[in-house]
């Protein structure tokens, strides 16, 4: 649908990198993609983001643009005609950037140190991903009652953001060494959940929990030494 | 010319509080202001804020609107004009955006690990980090805005508002943190960035004075490494 060249650096398990996925998927915007080895950085991915050298970048038409809730929001700028991300009102708008920030302040901070924490710190990191959900769960129930996502009936800015890790809640409850509580205590996150795999744009780009969970383990062992 | 009641939930020396006040006094939007004590919250900001109980917090006809870029960015759209914030273009929105984000991820990063170092590897990291961060201000300002005082050209973006607060917390960073600022020699673009901010009526109505920051961040050092 565009004439324009739009390129994603990003590395397959990456959240923030997924969350750039669903935003073009969604919108249907056709895009090379070039995996990046972290431990190989391209030439382009550097030049691309000399100030965090990271994934994912969306280079349009030769523009580089860096940070995913960035991106997205550019992304939703560029191409609004289809599936708009972000609400018109400034409340609503406001509440859909509060709970995507959520996912990078609470959510990823607590599965990252799930994954690289050990002992006291590592039992804390489990509880407060736990947490995170929980407020999620209750989110869901006041922002949107009765309906499947943070958009009502179709995702928006904060379903982007936040969906990209439930392909990673395997992988952290295995290193957590938890299991999350069921549908019938976080009913609104369940349906959510299912809501979001049942989206066809959701499926072209996300990973297998299995695959992300292989990598989970891989990681956490890299911080515990285990074998 | 405010529609509807604004109330400012907030602490006086707070960058991220101070972002608030930078963006509706741009504007020109009345409000109310409340001084928060840090160590007695008010109820009101307890409800208002439930999820992070902090400071900023927009309260707008009675809905509160918290986290202080997600703030600005909800004033730029109820009163978009005077003084628009974020650019119309897509890419130099992201431009803005971006660099208002790195005041988070580095500058503010830096800048609290150096009040807080307990050792002096800390501090001497931390201090390397906020110099390193205030040079590629000064570089991205060199090649988004050439010849021109501010991010937003010749006059402030969201970018200037989010980064503009830092300022006032550098002679802290130097007190208690030892971080001595280069100069215009080295900085140019920085120095006339500073300079610029500084002279904008809107921003001097709320920004405290440096030396009262400067004790406080001394105050939080001191608590930091457990003293008196």
């Given at each position: 649908?565009?004439?324009?060249?739009?390129?994603?650096?990003?590395?397959?398990?990456?959240?923030?990198?997924?969350?750039?996925?669903?935003?073009?998927?969604?919108?249907?915007?056709?895009?090379?993609?070039?995996?990046?080895?972290?431990?190989?950085?391209?030439?382009?991915?550097?030049?691309?983001?000399?100030?965090?050298?990271?994934?994912?970048?969306?280079?349009?038409?030769?523009?580089?643009?860096?940070?995913?809730?960035?991106?997205?929001?550019?992304?939703?700028?560029?191409?609004?005609?289809?599936?708009?991300?972000?609400?018109?009102?400034?409340?609503?708008?406001?509440?859909?950037?509060?709970?995507?920030?959520f996912g990078d302040?609470?959510l990823?901070?607590?599965?990252?140190?799930?994954?690289?924490?050990?002992?006291?710190?590592?039992?804390?990191?489990?509880?407060?991903?736990?947490?995170?959900?929980?407020?999620?769960?209750?989110?869901?129930?006041?922002?949107?009652?009765?309906?499947?996502?943070?958009?009502?009936?179709?995702?928006?800015?904060?379903?982007?953001a936040l969906?990209?890790?439930?392909?990673?809640?395997?992988?952290?409850?295995?290193?957590?060494?938890?299991?999350?509580?069921?549908?019938?205590?976080?009913?609104?996150?369940?349906?959510?959940?299912?809501?979001?795999?049942?989206?066809?744009?959701?499926?072209?780009?996300?990973?297998?929990?299995?695959?992300?969970?292989?990598?989970?383990?891989?990681?956490?062992?890299?911080?515990?030494?285990?074998?």
């Amino acid at each position: 649908m565009s004439k324009d060249s739009v390129k994603l650096l990003n590395f397959w398990p990456s959240m923030f990198g997924l969350r750039v996925h669903y935003a073009l998927d969604l919108k249907g915007v056709s895009y090379d993609y070039q995996e990046e080895n972290l431990f190989n950085k391209s030439k382009e991915l550097l030049e691309a983001n000399p100030i965090y050298t990271k994934i994912p970048v969306l280079i349009h038409n030769g523009k580089p643009i860096c940070e995913s809730l960035v991106i997205v929001d550019y992304i939703d700028s560029v191409w609004p005609g289809s599936h708009k991300l972000l609400p018109e009102d400034p409340y609503e708008k406001a509440v859909a950037r509060f709970w995507a920030d959520f996912g990078d302040r609470k959510l990823y901070d607590a599965g990252s140190r799930l994954i690289r924490a050990m002992g006291e710190e590592h039992k804390k990191a489990g509880e407060d991903f736990k947490w995170a959900l929980m407020k999620i769960d209750e989110a869901l129930g006041t922002i949107a009652p009765g309906k499947p996502f943070f958009g009502g009936d179709a995702m928006n800015f904060a379903d982007v953001a936040l969906a990209p890790f439930i392909c990673w809640f395997k992988g952290y409850q295995k290193v957590g060494g938890f299991v999350l509580p069921g549908p019938e205590e976080w009913p609104n996150l369940y349906k959510w959940v299912d809501a979001v795999n049942s989206v066809d744009a959701i499926k072209i780009s996300t990973p297998s929990d299995d695959k992300v969970t292989e990598s989970v383990e891989r990681y956490r062992k890299h911080f515990t030494g285990a074998a």
